[in-house]
């Protein structure tokens, strides 16, 4: 059985740090894309940032400079770094693990990320 499970989220003031982590379970986790998505309330989910199995990062424009993305398969977990946080950065944050072939795909539950003074 698959499991992702996120953590790190919570409550913090604008221009204050987080780190996220998304744990995996029941995956080869070091040969899987690793990906960060979130959702704030009324909107679409939108992709945030994406680690490949090389360690590879890529970052959404509204993020980049300011999250950092990496991964330890020794523990099966991919973390998101997030500094100089604001108010539009609310949102429930996401992982997921993918790959081609065969394709395949993973989500956690998220975990809640408000900031707000």
């Known amino acids: 059985q698959v499991q992702l499970v996120e953590s790190g989220g919570g409550l913090v003031q604008p221009g204050g740090s987080l780190r996220l982590s998304c744990a995996a379970s029941?995956?080869?986790?070091?040969?899987?894309?690793m990906d960060w998505y979130r959702q704030a309330p009324g909107k679409q989910r939108e992709w945030v940032a994406t680690?490949?199995?090389?360690?590879?990062?890529m970052y959404a424009d509204s993020v980049k400079g300011r999250f950092a993305t990496s991964r330890d398969d020794a523990k099966n977990t991919v973390y998101l770094e997030m500094n100089s946080l604001k108010p539009e950065d609310t949102a429930v944050y996401y992982c997921n693990a993918r790959r081609s072939w065969p394709a395949q795909a993973y989500w956690g539950q998220g975990t809640q990320v408000t900031v707000s003074s």
């Open positions: 029941g995956i080869i986790f070091s040969i899987y894309v």
């Open positions: 680690i490949t199995d090389g360690g590879v990062t």
